[in-house]
């Protein structure tokens, strides 16, 4: 495939790592609202709750905090003190300040695959989040565009191609979620490279049927093996 390409990118847990951070939290927050013998049942009822949110306040951690504070208050049965507030932002607020830590060989890879290859970065979140972490990681000048959008569906795919004017076959998108990284864009026509991430957020979990026009690696410096 060394012929010019365009190749989309994902962000988050693609070229950065982020879903491990709020793991963390959450693991903090388990610590914190439950017993150890509660701890599968309350993360269950804190996923359901962020599915839920995420419909009306999109990603990120803004998000993120009012889903801590809904689950805390439904345990609780009641509105939250001032120290529970006060504790829940004490968790998020990390989150909103933090360093980018790139996956290793993404740096290096995106300067080689940028010499031969048209790059496009494709993130969904909240805008100003998203754009801190672009600003923060440094890569932007390898991009020929960056697109912050609300979500990624199939209809975002078709947009971003009609956008640009480019061929869905000869476009790839690139990313960890099966959700919405690999199954939208090859509803929409685009190829896809599935680069699985050990703590890719459980709601971007989903099954996905393997084929040709889909490439399954192992890590980001192996596209240079097909790109």
């Known amino acids: 495939m060394r012929n ?41 009822a804190l996923d359901r709750i962020e599915a839920a949110n995420a419909l009306t306040l999109g990603y990120g951690a803004n998000m993120f905090r009012q889903s801590l ?3 805390r208050q439904q345990l609780l049965g009641c509105a939250l003190t001032a120290d529970d507030i006060a504790r829940i932002e004490e968790l998020v607020t990390p989150l909103m300040h ?15 695959l940028s010499d031969r290859h048209d790059l496009l970065l ?10 801190r972490k672009v600003n923060a990681s440094q890569l932007a000048h390898h991009f020929r565009s ?57 709601l971007e979990h989903e099954e996905f049927l393997d084929d040709k026009a889909t490439l399954v690696l192992h890590s980001f410096p192996e596209l240079l093996k097909h790109f």
């Open 98 to 112: 933090r360093t980018v830590e790139l996956i290793s060989g993404v740096p290096e890879t995106l300067a080689e």
């Open 69 to 71: 504070h809904d689950c």
């Open 146 to 202: 960056i697109h912050i959008v609300e979500e990624k569906n199939v209809d975002t795919y078709r947009g971003l191609v009609n956008q640009l004017g480019v061929t869905p076959s000869e476009t790839w998108m690139i990313g960890n979620s099966p959700k919405s990284d690999i199954i939208p864009a090859r509803r929409a026509g685009l190829n896809a490279v599935h680069i699985p991430h050990e703590h890719t957020w459980v």
């Open 4 to 44: 010019a390409q365009v190749l989309v990118f994902d962000a988050d847990d693609t070229l950065w790592e982020n879903n491990v951070l709020f793991e963390r939290v959450i693991d903090l927050f388990l610590d914190w609202v439950c017993a150890p013998s509660e701890r599968v049942r309350v993360r269950a």
């Open 122 to 131: 494709l993130t969904k979140g909240d805008p100003a989040e998203q754009q």
